[in-house]
Nanobody
Framework: QVQLVESGGGLVQAGGSLKLSCAAS????????MGWFRQAPGKEREFVAA????????YYADSVKGRFTISRDNGKKTVYLQMNVLKPGDTAVYYC?????????????????WGQGTQVTVSS
């Protein structure tokens, strides 16, 4: 069992940066693949980025490639999302998720645990 808590969201101007953190409780964080998803009002939940259990493989949505970076620190039981060159279209609630086992990184239905979300708002 894993509990996830996101932090680091806030209000920034276009072109700025934010770094989100997702802190995990539980004993086996290092066995989970981790993902970030986001959901804006009136839109479906959207894949953002994912990272495998040991951090040697990462995956990104086309919309954030070159701007966002996912990383993890298994010793701290934390996954991060560094977001640079933010755009108003990045405004959404960002969710951290964990998957125990083999997975398709962009498929939200395969993740087992979810955090409560953190709001990111990018002004023009």
């Amino acid at each position: 069992q894993v509990q996830l808590v996101e932090s680091g969201g806030g209000l920034v101007q276009a072109g700025g940066s934010l770094k989100l953190s997702c802190a995990a409780s539980g004993r086996r964080f290092s066995q989970y693949a981790m993902g970030w998803f986001r959901q804006a009002p009136g839109k479906e939940r959207e894949f953002v980025a994912a990272i495998n259990w040991n951090g040697d493989a990462t995956y990104y949505a086309d919309s954030v490639k070159g701007r966002f970076t996912i990383s993890r620190d298994n010793g701290k039981k934390t996954v991060y999302l560094q977001m640079n060159v933010l755009k108003p279209g990045d405004t959404a609630v960002y969710y951290c998720a964990a998957e125990n086992g083999f997975w398709r990184p962009g498929d939200s239905t395969e993740y087992d645990y979810w955090g409560q979300g953190t709001q990111v708002t990018v002004s023009s």
